[in-house]
């Protein structure tokens, strides 16, 4: 299909038909997540009043990491990062698996209790669909990389009923990129998604939306919010990968880790169950400003939820943060407003359902660090089109604060960790693609140890380079290099032309590359060193060279590569 004429002479129009393929399928595998975990929160509501209903998010839990860890193999997590990952450094390529995997895991682990949101593993399963879908049709990196974004726009816009939003998140999170060829069909993923959404579940935002009257007074006050938001955000992300890192230094077997991390979250939630589940009903009683519970009992579910969100992801559970995310926003935004009547009664204050909404883009936009996703997911979920300005102020303001804090955001803090986090049209994005090996020079003037000066002069003569390795020629290793520089204090006394060797001129103490180092880290030595090329020796053995031009000529060939279709 990819060779038929029509797509060789145009193959935007492949990628549009795909994307409209890989919407559908992602919208599909959202509306299928969804309507699981329906399934499962209403099959288990009738015991959630026991006293042993603690140990249901545990055994959701185990179930999960068995499922994912023993019979699929596909490691737990919220997935993101991975999905980022393949974009970065795998040229988009996911693993079929991968596409319904974390559906059957985060139902599980969602569906029991435990402390997440749906969102991560449609993201995951929708960007491994526009994986394979590249893959079955043999299309370039670029493309599969597109069609991932595809795949997680499409996710993104059919869970939350949320177009804009989906292709938002897709090229702000997800891609990196802001391109005119990939955003036209990442929005039609996006927009197919919401479709198929609303044709087999109604159109109908995730949150029903007030009108409320904002004044003088919220606007400023919504800065303060904007600072309480960053704060609960860099809490959650830094307990989150605290949690991660103490579960993972235990003996235990990981289902049982998994385990216990949702046995406490259940002993949490028979204290505050707003801490349990996805927690949308609790987000659409505050947004209403039907949320009864006092201000200390609030205060106390913020911390709780918090907890329980680390203990669920950090010790294996299934999920997504979104979901948490905002259920801890709309109680930040609660507790802050009713801190504000507390001190300030005189004031007329819009009400605290507005706050709730504000908070919920703090802490999406905290997180993730992306302040487009949050200001537009909450315009999209609430219908709330009348706070975009007080939405902006709190989703840029905890944006900024959130990176002066956690340089990296929550889904990249790990990737920028372990270096992986390479992103489209970057330096290192494109020295990632170069190898040192590809690069080799072999085209020197090799010289013995023992090759008298007057000898060496005569290679000189014939050699267009500045630079003349010494290898011995019994076992070829590379012994050191000798400059042009090196010998011009010999050239003006033709008595030492048969008295000096090369092995008494060259530099023994030369800086080398190996054929498998990283680029990036070869071209700061040069850059260290004032160096305009390097020997490339494996073990002992000399290879060849490597030089600045070669280098830049590839670059160059490179970066068009990457920021071209073909």
């Known amino acids: 299909m990819a060779d038929w004429p029509l797509f060789r002479s145009d193959d935007r129009l492949l990628l549009i038909l795909l994307a409209l393929v890989v919407g559908i399928c992602s919208g599909l595998a959202a509306l299928a997540l969804n309507r699981s975990l329906t399934a499962l929160l209403t099959w288990l509501a009738p015991y959630r009043g026991e006293l042993w209903a603690f140990v249901l998010p545990g055994i959701g839990a185990v179930l999960a990491s ?47 209790g435990g402390s997440a949101g749906p969102e991560a593993p449609v993201v995951v399963s929708g960007s491994a669909i526009g994986s394979n879908i590249a893959q079955l049709f043999a299309l370039n990196d670029r493309q599969q990389i597109t069609l991932v974004g595809c795949g997680a726009a499409g996710a993104i816009a059919a869970i939350f009923n949320a177009p804009i939003s989906g292709l ?57 919010l904007a600072i309480c938001a960053a704060i609960a955000s ?35 939630g028979l204290w505050l169950p707003v801490v349990l589940g996805e927690g949308y009903h609790a987000i659409d009683e505050m947004i209403a400003g039907e949320f009864t519970a006092g201000l200390v009992i609030v205060g106390a579910a913020v ?28 109680l930040v935004g609660l507790v802050y407003h009713r801190i504000l009547v507390m001190f300030w009664p005189s004031v007329d204050w819009v009400e605290e359902g507005c706050f709730a909404l504000l908070g919920m883009a703090g802490l999406i936009s905290g997180m993730l660090q992306a302040p487009l996703t949050g200001i537009f997911l909450i315009v999209e979920i609430t219908g709330g089109y009348d706070v975009i300005l007080p939405l902006i102020i709190v989703s840029t ?48 003037a090799v010289v ?56 008494q001129i060259m530099d023994s103490q030369v800086q080398v590359a190996g ?19 390097m020997p490339v020796v494996s073990g002992e053995r000399f290879l060849g060279m490597i030089s600045k031009a070669t280098l830049l000529d590839r670059y160059r060939r490179e970066l068009m590569v990457q920021t071209h279709w073909r």
């Open 66 to 112: 068995l499922f994912l860890n023993q019979m699929v193999n596909d490691g737990a997590g919220h997935g993101v990062p991975e999905v980022v990952h393949a974009v970065s450094r795998q040229g988009g390529k996911m693993r079929f698996r991968s596409s319904f995997s974390r559906l059957v895991s985060s139902c599980l682990t969602i569906g029991s």
């Open 168 to 224: 938002v998140f897709a090229v702000e999170v997800i891609l990196g990129e802001w391109s005119s060829l990939n955003i036209i069909p990442i929005a039609i993923a996006a927009v197919a998604g919401t479709e198929i959404s609303r044709t087999l579940q109604g159109n109908q935002i995730v949150f029903e939306h007030r009108i409320f009257d904002i004044q003088l007074p919220d606007y400023f006050a919504s800065a303060g």
């Open 234 to 268: 860099v809490l959650l992300t830094r307990l989150l990968y605290a949690t991660h890192h103490l579960a993972g230094k235990t003996v235990s077997p990981k289902w049982l880790r998994a385990g216990v991390g949702g046995c406490l979250v259940g002993l949490i």
């Open 303 to 330: 911390l709780a939820k918090i907890l329980a969100t680390a203990l669920t992801l950090g010790s294996g559970g299934s999920g997504g943060i979104f979901a948490p995310s905002l259920v801890i926003g709309s």
């Open 397 to 444: 303001i905890s944006t900024t604060i959130c990176h002066s804090l956690e340089p990296a955001s929550f889904y990249m803090k790990e990737l920028v960790e372990r270096g992986q986090l390479l992103r489209p049209g970057t330096d290192a994005r494109v020295l990632s693609d170069m190898q040192v090996r590809e690069m080799i020079e072999t085209d020197c």
């Open 448 to 503: 013995p140890p023992q090759m008298h000066l007057r000898d060496f002069i005569e290679v000189v003569k014939s050699s267009r380079r500045n630079f003349f390795p010494v290898v011995d020629p019994l076992d070829q290793r590379f012994l050191g290099l000798v400059r042009l520089d090196d010998i011009r204090p010999y050239l003006f006394d033709p008595l030492l032309y048969d008295a000096v060797v090369v092995g």
């Open 515 to 533: 054929p498998e180092d990283d680029l990036n880290e070869v071209l700061q030595h040069m850059d260290v060193g004032r160096l305009f090329s």
